[in-house]
């Protein structure tokens, strides 16, 4: 009887398990007859950045094959986004891209305008170039720290983490909230910058370069980083392009291409920037171009600084049937109290139309494609975010390196799992 | 290296194809192109090696449900806009040389949507394809992976479907289940 019962509950775990016939024309033969083994690494572990279950096919210490699986963070936005107005839709594109949430609002407003054919003023522009090269910045740091942590650094997240946290710190001056800003919106910011923000940001722009240094003391020239990062998880440029690869993960392969330089938007073509570029397209290139893209993102920044103090105007666009009137106008004019109630309650028409917008986040592209109906909710959303491309292409850059250069192959392409899954 | 001029990109798949465009729309300074959906391969192969043309990126696919009226014989703004079918999947492609992008749209119609798929042209849609055929429910002939991508294995329906209860959902435990699937009929069968 005993027999009898473990049997059955054998059968009970197969089913449950699965057969290695299910992934028969996914991994190779060698794995089905076992002369290869299939090693499970997620959906919890600490270098995988986020919730991803990685199905690693091992010859030996080589991988041969990676079943990324995906959809443990998934969170309906597109969906969700059907049944809000355009701008209630904002906030959750925060919770994509969790570590530069800025970008996300960006991409998306910057959609809602084109479709609306809506203008944003100077001010405005600069204060979202402002916002989103200090989002650059605050998302490369934590995949700096944690990149480094993953290839066994631990120092450098304590010092990338202290930054940062001066960063979120002029993000909750700027919108009340540290990560979850909800700042750039359709037609401009939602508020003027406080007081105390330009000073903050001096002092910060003041600090940085020389924070910038001493991440690189600690990294670029020492000699267990390089052994593990050079030569590692090497992505050809036709690889990159072909896998649609945007952002560090294709500079790193010498491919010159930068949304911002090639199609730029709030004003980025009259900023003096340089575009840093790989060799090698290595792990150890896309380090270093991350690394000067800090330096870049600086330059940006004072030029920006320079511009916002003597530019003035409005910071959100005047135009009334889409962007809400100022707080203190409503209690002068009717029509105010009018548009304001308008807006916050039913919102404004969009074109029964579709448009495409990307924009250059700290990972690659985001783009945002969007449906209107006519009326005031969105037909279809869709964003295409650069972590789920890059994911897609992981099977092709991760074959025959060693297991562990799988963790410094996915720190180096800077996946954010709520970034992939929406 | 002399590079070729930029060529439009609407009479050249036009003189290639013939038939096969459908329409061509301009809104917002992007193009669209409404291909039949059998030559969708041929036309994305087409524009990425062609001289002039060079769209050498994908850089996004997205599926469009025009659920409950907006498409077909009856749609009041058909003269501003094409749609013969429910079904609409856009592929967004760029040429990184020219520095423009252009939309390849083809329709699938209601009852059993399918499409060829763009994987045997870019490996890049290899994903974005399993998305679609995911959350929205449109099969991709050839595709060399069918699992679903998002969604458990054991999901029924397809989210991104118009017709698939969005909010006023509550949480299922297992007192109240039966409950739940009997007024989300889509969800459970």
Redesign the interface.
């Known amino acids: 009887m005993a027999v009898a019962t473990q049997s059955e509950s054998i059968e009970e775990r197969r089913k449950w398990e699965g057969s290695l016939e299910q992934l028969r024309?996914?991994v190779s033969e060698r794995a089905i007859t076992g002369e290869t083994m299939l090693l499970n690494m997620g959906p919890h572990h600490p270098s995988t950045h986020g919730v991803l279950r990685l199905l690693l096919e091992l010859d030996g210490e080589e991988i041969v094959t990676c079943l990324p699986d995906?959809?443990f963070l998934?969170t309906?936005i597109?969906?969700?986004v059907?049944?809000k107005s355009y701008e209630k839709a904002l906030p959750l594109t925060d919770r994509m891209d969790y570590l530069s949430p800025m970008s996300n609002n960006m991409a998306y407003a910057a959609a809602v305008e084109?479709?609306l054919?809506l203008d944003v003023p100077e001010r405005g522009q600069i204060i979202r170039v402002i916002c989103l090269e200090l989002a650059r910045c605050a998302s490369h740091l934590v995949w700096l720290g944690t990149h480094a942590i993953d290839m066994g650094a631990m120092s450098v997240l304590l010092y990338a983490f202290r930054e940062r946290e001066r960063i979120l710190g002029m993000f909750e001056m700027l919108s009340g909230q540290r990560m979850m800003s909800s700042y750039i919106r359709p037609g401009g910011v939602w508020r003027d910058v406080t007081d105390d923000f330009l000073p903050t940001l001096k002092q910060f722009l003041n600090d940085f370069p020389a924070k910038v240094d001493d991440y690189e003391a600690l990294l670029t020239q020492n000699p267990i980083w390089k052994d593990r990062a050079q030569g590692v998880g090497v992505i050809e440029p036709d690889v990159a392009?072909?896998?649609?690869m945007t952002g560090p993960a294709l500079r790193g392969s010498g491919?010159n291409?930068d949304l911002r330089k090639?199609?730029p938007y709030s004003g980025y073509e009259t900023y003096d920037f340089n575009v840093p570029l790989g060799e090698h397209g290595d792990v150890y290139d896309r380090y270093l171009i991350r690394i000067h893209e800090f330096r870049e993102s600086m330059k940006i920044l004072n030029q920006a600084v320079a511009r916002l103090e003597t530019a003035k105007g409005p910071y959100r666009s005047e135009n009334r049937k889409y962007c809400p009137p100022l707080r203190s106008e409503l209690g002068q004019s009717m029509e105010a109290v009018i548009h304001h109630f308008k807006l916050w309650t039913y919102g404004y028409d969009a074109?029964?139309?579709?448009?495409?917008s990307?924009i250059e986040s700290p990972r690659g592209?985001i783009?945002c494609?969007i449906?209107g109906?006519?009326a005031n909710k969105p037909?279809?959303v869709?964003f295409?975010t650069p972590s789920?491309?890059h994911?897609?292409?992981l099977p092709?850059i991760s074959r025959g390196y060693l297991l562990a250069d799988m963790v410094a192959i996915i720190g180096s392409v800077d996946i954010v799992l709520g970034d992939c899954?929406r | 290296m002399e590079i070729p001029a930029a060529i439009d990109p609407v009479p050249a798949v036009r003189e290639a194809f013939g038939d096969g465009v459908l329409h061509v729309k301009q809104f917002r300074d992007e193009t669209t192109i409404v291909v039949a959906a059998e030559r969708l391969p041929e036309v994305l192969d087409f524009l990425r090696v062609s001289s002039g043309l060079v769209y050498n990126m994908l850089s996004d696919i997205s599926a469009v449900d025009y659920y409950p009226a907006d498409f077909g014989d009856e749609f009041a703004g058909a003269e501003s806009d094409f749609r013969p079918e429910r079904f609409a999947v856009s592929y967004h492609i760029l040429s990184m040389l020219y520095n423009r992008r252009l939309r390849i749209k083809a329709f699938a119609p209601e009852e059993d949507p399918r499409l060829p798929t763009a994987t045997v042209v870019w490996p890049a849609a290899d994903w974005l394809e399993r998305e679609i055929a995911d959350m929205m429910g449109i099969a991709f002939e050839g595709h060399h992976d069918q699992r679903r991508l998002l969604m458990p294995d054991d999901w029924h329906g397809h989210p991104h479907r118009r017709d698939y209860p969005l909010g006023k959902e509550t949480v299922a435990f297992s007192f109240n289940v039966d409950e739940i699937h009997q007024h989300k009929p889509f969800a459970s069968e």
Not at chain 1, 351 to 356: G, K, L
């Open positions: 024309g996914l995906i959809g998934h309906g597109e969906k969700s059907e049944d084109k479709l054919d392009l072909a896998y649609g491919v291409w090639a199609q074109p029964d139309d579709e448009i495409y990307a592209e783009g494609y449906h109906t006519g037909r279809r869709h295409k789920f491309i994911i897609s292409a092709v899954d």
